[in-house]
């Protein structure tokens, strides 16, 4: 490199600037590092989200949020609820009485998966936990017509109560299937979407069989 | 689990004789499936019985092709999603159609040939099942409550373990009943040369569609008399064991009589087996009340009997 030989700066070019990087505002990975903040708040950030869930169901419109942010927090918690307002009947009877909690947890858990599995053999868009999310999300209506029926047997076990329970328990029925149905149809090929309704149909009528058969010792 | 994946490995070393059938079509082995015409369309309407006919009078020219698709629609390795996925490549109206061929068994014409023609679903026997099991519980259940409902010593019980019990009979036989047939079948094809053999999943498709007309049964079985409980059982065990014996007939025909025979008869009576088994168990006997004459008491009192 000869001819580089005789290149240099001359001294009189200032040569200035600055070396400091400047910290300006927070990178966007700061936003989220939720190790700093109370733990109040990521509670609450879940609550906030399960509780947003729970009133698509009651209010079933074409909302996709649903199914994006999934969380299976709500389906654990409503399952708890409804297994835990299923038992106290059967504390005496060993055989032929209700379903035991772990009945009732592995028939809406099993349940749930093996409708998931059907709808993705049949050729369904949608992912294994959305599935999932969307059809524990919606046994919310049966929990509600569980608690309602328990209240119902306080005041008395007659005719009366019964009809009351039948009307309340088919009619959360029915909002449960059209509310999973409202979430759950649109991922299905068009000709196959009876079959892929029918095992939900079959899901909801099975839980709503066992609230309705509850009876108190 | 055990019985699944001993299926599974079954089915995946058929689907390589298939295969290996497919690529050497000369030989002189026992075609897989007889078609009755090309599956041009897969997605395709039913066509009119008349031209169905003809075609199940015609050569098995289209057995290439046939047993060319058949290994090609199930090549996938039997670890992946996509090879489950081929089992419920059914629309809504193939299975309505299916199980309507079912319940409506029409003389002469055979259930797998007509409905399934190579390509089984294990949809339909799968939530048929499912169906039967509770709709067996749950009619047991209600007509137990009806017939001892005004009994003072009558407590209501939901009977929740019969659900378990149901599922695994009616699951079991399913399952074991086709794979015990279908061992059967390969066995005495080994023996004599059969024209017809079905493959593992259509025995299971045939099952599975056979016990719809049991659901209907089992929800009209709530009606506490014995008379119309056991009309009942003959009518349904007519409809679905007559599908059942003119699917396997043509395949056993061509055997020794006797075994033919028994085969059959063992088929139709596993099938009796399981309703008036299910029948016994689940739902009591409805009694018989009409009341006795009144035999005046030595105090004056008057006593009613009960004849059960």
Request: hydrophobic share 50%; glycine share 6%; aromatic share 12%.
């Amino acid at each position: 490199f000869a001819g580089l030989a005789d290149v240099s700066i001359s001294e009189d070019i200032p040569v200035e600037g600055e070396i400091t990087v400047p910290v300006g505002s927070h990178s966007p990975d700061e936003d989220y590092s939720t190790l700093d903040e109370p733990v109040r708040d990521t509670i609450m950030r879940d609550l906030k989200a399960v509780g947003k869930k729970f009133v698509h169901v009651m209010y079933p419109k074409k909302s996709s949020a649903l199914l994006r942010d999934w969380d299976l927090w709500g389906p654990l918690v409503l399952c708890v609820s409804l297994a835990l307002m299923l038992q106290g009947g059967s504390a005496d009877s060993k055989e032929d009485g209700g379903p035991q909690f772990a009945e009732v947890f592995v028939i809406i858990w099993f349940g749930a998966v093996v409708i998931t599995l059907n709808s993705k053999l049949l050729g369904g868009t949608i992912s294994f936990f959305q599935s999932l999310c969307v059809l524990g999300y919606c046994v919310l209506p049966l929990t509600v017509a569980m608690l309602v029926c328990r209240l119902v047997l306080l005041a008395g076990s007659g005719t009366v109560s019964f009809i009351v329970r039948l009307i309340v328990v088919i009619a959360m029925f029915g909002w449960s299937t059209l509310a999973s149905t409202a979430f759950l149809a649109d991922s299905q090929p068009p000709n196959r979407k009876a079959l892929v309704v029918y095992p939900i149909f079959l899901f909801y009528f099975v839980i709503s069989w066992m609230i309705l058969t509850f009876t108190p010792q | 689990l055990i019985t699944t994946f001993l299926v599974m490995y079954l089915l995946a070393e058929f689907d390589d004789a298939a295969n290996l059938l497919a690529a050497n079509p000369d030989a002189t082995t026992i075609s897989i499936d007889e078609p009755t015409e090309i599956p041009k369309n897969q997605h395709g309407r039913l066509q009119e019985p008349g031209r169905e006919e003809d075609d199940e009078l015609l050569g098995t020219d289209d057995s290439d092709k046939t047993e060319l698709l058949a290994g090609q629609k199930k090549s996938a390795p039997f670890w992946t999603f996509e090879y489950y996925q081929t089992f419920f490549d059914v629309d809504t109206y193939q299975v309505l159609d299916r199980i309507k061929g079912s319940v409506f068994p029409v003389p002469g014409r055979n259930f797998v040939r007509l409905y399934i023609r190579s390509n089984p679903d294990l949809y339909g026997p799968f939530w048929i099942c499912a169906t039967l099991v509770f709709a067996i519980a749950v009619s047991g259940n209600l007509s137990n409550f009806f017939i001892h409902l005004g009994k003072p010593t009558y407590r209501y019980v939901p009977e929740f373990r019969k659900v378990s019990i149901a599922a695994t009979t009616i699951y079991a036989y399913a399952w074991l009943v086709p794979l015990a047939l279908w061992g059967f079948l390969m066995w005495r094809n080994s023996k004599v040369m059969n024209i017809v053999s079905y493959s593992f999943l259509e025995i299971v498709c045939v099952y599975g569609y056979s016990l719809f007309i049991y659901i209907p049964t089992a929800i009209l079985w709530i009606i506490p008399q014995r008379v119309v409980r056991w009309v009942l059982v003959m009518f349904s065990l007519c409809l679905s064991g007559s599908v059942l014996v003119m699917t396997f007939w043509p395949a056993v025909r061509d055997d020794n009589r006797r075994i033919a025979l028994a085969t059959v008869g063992t088929i139709v009576l596993l099938h009796a087996l399981l309703s008036v088994g299910c029948l016994a168990y689940f739902f009591d006997a409805p009694e018989l009340d009409f009341p006795a004459p009144i035999i005046p008491a030595h105090n004056g009192t008057t006593l009613i009997t009960k004849i059960q």
